[in-house]
């Protein structure tokens, strides 16, 4: 008992820090629904989405309320708690992800040093990869308990997929972990703040590790497994009202999350570019610095929301043969040779 | 009790009682979700143990990728109770002896642990990453290649008998 009350104070602090985050990420995959629409408004020379509020920023409520009041409709012959419990894992797997990235430096609250960080666990970019492992089940278990056979194609054609460039993925991560020497994203930040970003190191580990986000994330060109004009609609093509909404959010969530990765381990994180923060934090004190910090790291991760949706409104899907050759025979003799040649050089230097 | 002892009771009976659930669940798709479970608990005892990197792995691996495969299969096989083939009295005699020898077995070893349980609890430092790696590159060295190539023997086996299926024309 005495230490659940020495920990009070830290888990509420680090409830509220978990409720700002999740909230906080509920609204940017919110607004990205909106920019996606608008970008590709623009990229086709529309309008988009513009009578709810001005700009239209309303929209992406309304789209909300609707998907709310919209009939929830469950096929008799589906597997019920499954078919219920498939939307609610692809969220929660979307959201996990969040708790290892750290959002900023630390601050100051009266008087107690508050890590913008959920979790600096010594494991970190491995959990993520845990994580997003059980982020298939959200994709298999609805499709199959939809008991559709264009549902089940498109959840087996989805997990396949996700496998398979999970393994690029890792490899490409093994080349970075070499350099930085540690797993938790905290450090990794770190040594980017001092030793310059790391895709000046690895331009070809981040370039095939943004490839298998794109895939993760089931996004155009890799959006398989809900390719409408072969399966209808996909692993949801049998869900309505909010636990389609949900399947929806959840690629909006994750497509937030995957930037931050990206942005995390790439681009610095929340390093200001050409600043030093702790002269910045000398000047102007510690909360301002981690607010610039965390709006660095924010404009960073636009960047990437944007790269999304713009690769979507550009590039054509790709077929089932090519997404695999892509993934086996390109992506991961690529990512060998790079873990290879970036083991020689670390030896090489190092000697 | 101790908020880490409270927890290890907690996965304990979720670990078992998704392990029965595993056994006696009729739908084969229901019982890979529940040894999916099962794995789960196994990770959150890992992490109680401090050992975080084979929690992880644990996760990646089992739970993740091979129940994956698992699932895979079972989904396209549609399995169910009508197409089972009841299997025969005496099958199912044998499969009983097996199993409860086996369970004898894991009982009488674990019985005698020699305080081997008690040394589990928590602030050991062999599972984490650092002490794990060098342990694997120093001491254990050989048996890691030795089983690194075992598995790409494996794999080349696996990759030779598929393409061993394709080749042949349909007709």
Same mark, same amino acid.
């Given at each position: 008992?005495?230490?659940l009350?020495?920990?009070l104070?830290?888990g509420l602090?680090k409830?509220?820090?978990i409720?700002?985050?999740i909230?906080?990420?509920?609204?940017v995959a919110?607004?990205t629904t909106?920019g996606e629409r608008?970008?590709a408004a623009w990229?086709?020379?529309r309008r988009?989405?513009n009578?709810a509020?001005?700009?239209?920023? $309303?929209?992406?409520a309304a789209?909300?309320l609707? $998907?709310?009041?919209k009939?929830?409709?469950?096929?008799?012959?589906?597997?019920?708690?499954?078919?219920?419990?498939?939307?609610a894992l692809?969220?929660?797997?979307?959201m996990?992800?969040?708790?290892?990235?750290?959002w900023?430096p630390?601050i100051?609250v009266?008087?107690?040093?508050?890590?913008?960080?959920?979790?600096?666990?010594n494991?970190? @970019?491995?959990?993520i990869?845990?994580?997003?492992?059980m982020g298939?089940?959200g994709?298999?278990i609805?499709?199959w308990?939809s008991?559709n056979?264009?549902?089940?194609m498109?959840?087996?054609?989805?997990?396949?997929? @996700?496998i398979?460039?999970e393994?690029?993925?890792?490899?490409?991560?093994?080349a970075?972990?070499?350099?930085t020497?540690?797993?938790?994203?905290?450090?990794?930040?770190?040594?980017?703040?001092t030793g310059g970003w790391n895709?000046?190191?690895q331009?070809?580990?981040?370039?095939?590790?943004?490839? #298998?986000v794109?895939?993760? #994330?089931?996004?155009?060109?890799?959006?398989l497994p809900?390719?409408e004009?072969?399966?209808n609609f996909g692993?949801?093509?049998?869900?309505?009202?909010?636990?389609?909404?949900l399947y929806l959010?959840?690629e909006?969530?994750n497509?937030?999350i995957?930037?931050?990765?990206v942005?995390t381990l790439f681009?610095g994180?929340?390093?200001?570019?050409?600043v030093d923060?702790?002269?910045?934090a000398?000047?102007i004190?510690?909360?301002?610095?981690?607010?610039?910090?965390?709006?660095?790291l924010f404009?960073k991760i636009?960047f990437?929301?944007?790269?999304? @949706?713009?690769?979507?409104?550009t590039i054509?899907?790709?077929?089932?043969?090519?997404l695999?050759?892509?993934?086996?025979?390109k992506?991961?003799?690529?990512?060998?040779?790079?873990?290879?040649?970036?083991?020689?050089?670390?030896l090489w230097?190092?000697? | 009790?101790?908020?880490?002892?409270i &927890?290890?009771?907690? =996965?304990?009976?979720l670990?078992l009682?998704?392990?029965?659930?595993v056994v006696?669940?009729d739908n084969p798709?229901?019982?890979v =979700?529940? &040894?999916?479970?099962?794995f789960?608990?196994?990770?959150?005892?890992? /992490?109680l143990m401090n050992?975080?990197?084979l929690?992880?792995?644990n996760?990646?691996?089992y739970?993740?990728a091979?129940?994956?495969?698992?699932?895979?299969v079972?989904?396209f096989?549609?399995?169910?109770?009508? !197409?089972?083939p009841?299997k025969s009295?005496? &099958?199912?005699?044998?499969?009983?002896?097996s199993?409860?020898?086996l369970l004898?077995i894991?009982v009488?070893a674990?019985k005698?642990?020699?305080g081997?349980?008690?040394?589990?609890?928590?602030? +050991? !430092?062999?599972?984490? /990453?650092k002490?794990?790696?060098?342990? =694997?590159f120093t001491?254990?060295?050989?048996p890691f290649e /030795?089983?690194s190539i075992l598995?790409? !023997?494996a794999?080349v086996g696996?990759?030779? &008998? +598929?393409?061993?299926e !394709?080749?042949?024309?349909?007709a």
């Amino acid at each position: 008992m005495e230490m659940l009350a020495i920990d009070l104070s830290l888990g509420l602090e680090k409830l509220l820090l978990i409720g700002g985050i999740i909230s906080f990420s509920l609204l940017v995959a919110m607004y990205t629904t909106y920019g996606e629409r608008k970008i590709a408004a623009w990229m086709q020379d529309r309008r988009g989405p513009n009578r709810a509020g001005p700009f239209g920023l $309303l929209q992406p409520a309304a789209d909300g309320l609707k $998907l709310f009041f919209k009939e929830e409709i469950i096929p008799l012959t589906s597997n019920r708690m499954l078919f219920v419990l498939g939307p609610a894992l692809a969220m929660i797997t979307a959201m996990l992800t969040s708790a290892v990235i750290p959002w900023g430096p630390t601050i100051e609250v009266f008087g107690r040093q508050v890590s913008l960080q959920i979790a600096d666990v010594n494991i970190g @970019i491995l959990y993520i990869f845990g994580v997003v492992s059980m982020g298939v089940y959200g994709i298999m278990i609805g499709g199959w308990a939809s008991n559709n056979k264009f549902s089940l194609m498109a959840a087996v054609r989805g997990a396949s997929q @996700i496998i398979s460039y999970e393994l690029a993925m890792g490899l490409s991560l093994i080349a970075l972990l070499m350099l930085t020497g540690t797993l938790s994203l905290k450090s990794i930040v770190a040594q980017q703040m001092t030793g310059g970003w790391n895709i000046i190191y690895q331009p070809l580990g981040f370039l095939i590790f943004l490839i #298998c986000v794109f895939a993760e #994330c089931n996004r155009t060109p890799f959006d398989l497994p809900e390719a409408e004009n072969e399966l209808n609609f996909g692993y949801h093509q049998e869900y309505s009202s909010m636990k389609l909404g949900l399947y929806l959010f959840a690629e909006y969530v994750n497509m937030f999350i995957s930037s931050a990765v990206v942005a995390t381990l790439f681009f610095g994180g929340y390093d200001i570019p050409f600043v030093d923060e702790a002269a910045l934090a000398a000047n102007i004190g510690v909360n301002a610095t981690a607010a610039l910090g965390f709006a660095a790291l924010f404009s960073k991760i636009l960047f990437f929301l944007f790269l999304f @949706i713009w690769v979507r409104w550009t590039i054509p899907r790709f077929r089932y043969d090519q997404l695999m050759d892509l993934g086996w025979k390109k992506l991961i003799p690529l990512a060998l040779a790079n873990m290879l040649i970036t083991a020689v050089v670390v030896l090489w230097l190092n000697k | 009790m101790h908020i880490t002892e409270i &927890l290890f009771w907690i =996965l304990t009976a979720l670990a078992l009682f998704s392990a029965l659930m595993v056994v006696s669940s009729d739908n084969p798709v229901h019982s890979v =979700l529940w &040894l999916i479970l099962v794995f789960m608990a196994i990770t959150g005892h890992y /992490i109680l143990m401090n050992a975080q990197f084979l929690a992880i792995v644990n996760m990646i691996v089992y739970a993740g990728a091979i129940m994956v495969l698992f699932l895979f299969v079972i989904m396209f096989m549609n399995l169910n109770k009508d !197409s089972e083939p009841q299997k025969s009295v005496w &099958l199912r005699l044998a499969a009983v002896v097996s199993g409860g020898s086996l369970l004898l077995i894991l009982v009488a070893a674990l019985k005698d642990n020699g305080g081997y349980i008690n040394s589990m609890k928590g602030e +050991g !430092s062999i599972g984490l /990453i650092k002490n794990l790696g060098n342990t =694997l590159f120093t001491e254990y060295v050989v048996p890691f290649e /030795i089983s690194s190539i075992l598995f790409l !023997s494996a794999m080349v086996g696996a990759v030779v &008998l +598929g393409k061993k299926e !394709s080749s042949t024309p349909a007709a």
